[in-house]
């Protein structure tokens, strides 16, 4: 089974940056798309960036702000996120969907269990 655990929320200024990194683990298996999303209390989780092999894509309110990039070894990813306003404070999880498997293979989905981001003066 796939596992991705969450690193580098906090506290920060409006203005300020954080980076966030997810890594996966857990047997053989090939990602194929890593994401961020992020949910606030009493809203739907939202998808703010994701990438599947060298293509990305951002939600509109965090485009010029953040970038999402993979590691090297594919099974990390990270978000930078620069400029942060207070509307970005949330809980933010990773994603995860790909193949996994030795002999037979299946196609898995993966979530983090989240860190969170908190965007205040």
């Known amino acids: 089974q796939v596992h991705l655990v969450e690193s580098g929320g906090g506290l920060v200024q409006p203005g300020g940056s954080l980076r966030l990194s997810c890594a996966a683990s857990g047997g053989n298996f090939s990602i194929n798309t890593m994401a961020w999303h992020r949910q606030v209390p009493g809203k739907q989780r939202e998808l703010v960036a994701q990438i599947t092999h060298d293509d990305t894509n951002y939600a509109d309110s965090v485009k010029g702000r953040f970038t999402i990039s993979r590691g090297d070894a594919k099974n990390t990813v990270y978000l930078q996120m620069n400029g942060l306003i207070l509307e970005d404070t949330a809980v933010y999880y990773c994603?995860?969907?790909?193949?996994?498997?030795?002999?037979?293979?299946?196609?898995?989905?993966?979530w983090g269990r989240g860190t969170q981001v908190t965007v205040s003066s």
């Open positions: 994603y995860a969907d790909g193949t996994a498997g030795l002999t037979f293979f299946y196609k898995f989905t993966a």
